[in-house]
């Protein structure tokens, strides 16, 4: 009789992360889609809408009334989404039957970054020949300069989606580095259409601050309201023209709402600033805070108002003044583990 | 079907390859220049027909038949829809490899080459890959001047090998070397156009032979 040795029923098994990130097959993508076009009609069935014109934005507004949850990120709340946004696009095989690739550049392993890149050397060739042939025939190159303040080449994150690939930061600064020596030769106008696929707009950051027109009241005075704010106060004030200097405070007179000089002083910087003390009145209301950050709010709103009233470039010396940035400081928050925001508790040595 | 496959064997220029090219042009294209004396490598001295003012001279005769071997090589693999990888690391030529190969309906490898690419393609690419059926490379030496990854992997992977081989390249693992310079922008055009013509060549008379035997 012969001794096993070593038995091992257990087949070998394989090594599950091996084959990479899960692959989804055609026919699976097919039957979410059928199952979420099911639930759709099912989900206006319940709400008791119709199911023909039911949309995105009625899903989205079902799903948050059905599942109301208190998360805080968006991501993480019950949704309830289209297939194809849901499961990320994936690479199909990309061989055909005899088992030749399609694309020449497949051995490579990052087949369309390759790819884009060669296309966009044989358009720096392309271009480079153009300058020739036109120097060669003493004709003037085009020097449109490109408008380069407007616009940004795309990002890694967005190329790498465009050519459903992965990159390395390297592969990416090394086509925009192309890229940029494309757009640097003077001939480039060619090959405008290819360029304006990797480059987009920047909208105009820098929104150009409308100053209010002077409204009049009924007695034809001239009057102007802003809005400002400090910590937790929130002040909206209102300045008239032809004034005597009076400034009421939620319905009293400055002096009895801030006894303290220093919350007047904040009041009257604006107008003292601008050389407009006795000139204008002042109505204002203010909520919350405390005595300083209903001044701070006050003067703000005030200085916001009184930019109706003034020219450009006084404006510009208020701003650079600094009475019309709103003060970011807040109360910073108590952490645990220490006594106050930045306070640790006392260290005892034993 | 048999017939097709074992027919061009018994010829021993089925493609008449000894036509594309003449001594003339390979002179013209200087494809004889070599490296510096001091750069020699000991394996290629039996190529080396000379030394001129310290600059080898490679020996054209043995360049032409070896040439005339490999280019027989590539069309009998073309013409059995075998699946040709051109390699090269050099950055001047690099586009026109890859046009030539993209022409020929065949593949290129001109970029950095990442580890198992060969070894390790299951993982690399996906479980039913099919690897090259020949590797043809355009120039030996990678960037660092040390011999390219993929003779190596070829080898291991019992992939025939097709390269120019410098007078500073090692001709060791390469099954098909032809000893020519590869560094000047004509000779590289040279063999391109070679190879490109070569492939064109077999791949029209498969297709030929294929409508020959359908009519029949």
């Not at chain 1, 925009?176 to 707009?201: G, H, M, R, T, W």
């Not at chain 1, 007695?219 to 909206?236: D, I, N």
């Amino acid at each position: 009789t012969l001794r096993l040795i070593c038995t091992t029923t257990a087949v070998q098994r394989k090594n599950a992360g091996a084959s990479g990130p899960e692959k989804y097959t055609e026919a699976f993508i097919k039957k979410q889609i059928e199952e979420f076009n099911l639930g759709k009609r099912h989900l206006a069935n319940m709400m008791g809408e119709d199911p023909e014109t039911f949309t995105q934005e009625d899903i989205d507004r079902a799903i948050a009334y059905l599942f109301p949850s208190g998360l805080f990120d968006k991501q993480a709340r019950p949704m309830m989404k289209h297939p194809t946004e849901v499961f990320p696009e994936q690479r199909k095989i990309q061989w055909g039957e005899d088992g030749r690739p399609f694309h020449f550049l497949f051995y490579t392993g990052k087949q369309s970054y390759y790819s884009l890149m060669h296309e966009t050397y044989e358009k720096f060739l392309n271009v480079q020949k153009h300058q020739e042939q036109m120097i060669a025939q003493d004709l003037p190159l085009q020097k449109e300069k490109r408008n380069l303040a407007g616009s940004r080449w795309l990002t890694k994150i967005e190329l790498e989606e465009m050519l459903i690939e992965k990159l390395s930061d390297d592969d990416y600064s090394r086509f925009i580095q192309l890229l940029q020596k494309l757009v640097a030769l003077p001939c480039a106008d060619i090959e405008e259409n290819y360029i304006q696929k990797f480059s987009k707009e920047v909208p105009v950051q820098l929104q150009k601050v409308v100053i209010e027109p002077l409204q009049y009241d009924e007695r034809g005075v001239a009057f102007s309201t802003g809005e400002g704010k400090r910590k937790t106060a929130r002040a909206t004030a209102v300045v008239y023209d032809n004034g005597t200097g009076k400034i009421t405070v939620n319905g009293t007179d400055m002096l009895h709402y801030f006894p303290v000089l220093q919350d007047r002083e904040q009041l009257l910087f604006p107008f003292q600033f601008l050389g407009r003390i006795g000139k204008h009145d002042m109505v204002c209301t203010v909520s919350g805070g405390g005595r300083s950050a209903q001044a701070g709010a006050i003067r703000l709103a005030s200085a916001k108002a009184l930019r109706s009233f003034v020219t450009e470039k006084e404006v510009e010396f208020m701003r650079q003044a600094g009475l019309l940035t709103v003060d970011p400081r807040v109360k910073e928050r108590k952490k645990p583990g220490q006594e106050g925001p930045r306070r640790k508790f006392t260290w005892k040595k034993r | 079907d048999d017939k097709l496959l074992t027919e061009p064997l018994s010829h021993p220029d089925f493609f008449s390859v000894k036509e594309l090219f003449t001594l003339k042009d390979l002179f013209d294209a200087r494809v004889h220049l070599g490296h510096k004396k001091g750069c020699r490598h000991r394996f290629m001295e039996p190529y080396i027909f000379g030394c001129r003012l310290d600059q080898d001279i490679i020996d054209l005769d043995q360049t032409m038949q070896h040439l005339q071997l490999a280019l027989n090589f590539t069309a009998h693999i073309a013409y059995r829809g075998g699946i040709i990888l051109f390699v090269s690391r050099k950055r001047q030529f690099c586009h026109l490899i890859e046009s030539t190969a993209r022409a020929c309906g065949e593949y290129a490898h001109t970029r950095y080459w990442q580890g198992g690419l060969l070894t390790n393609a299951r993982v690399h690419f996906g479980p039913g890959v099919r690897l090259p059926d020949l590797v043809v490379f355009l120039s030996t030496l990678n960037n660092v001047f040390e011999p390219h990854v993929a003779i190596r992997d070829a080898a291991k992977m019992s992939i025939p090998t097709v390269g120019v081989v410098d007078t500073n390249c090692n001709p060791c693992l390469i099954t098909y070397p032809i000893p020519g310079n590869d560094d000047s922008p004509a000779a590289m055009e040279l063999y391109c156009k070679l190879f490109r013509m070569t492939i064109i060549r077999a791949k029209d008379k498969r297709r030929q032979s294929e409508a020959f035997e359908e009519l029949r």
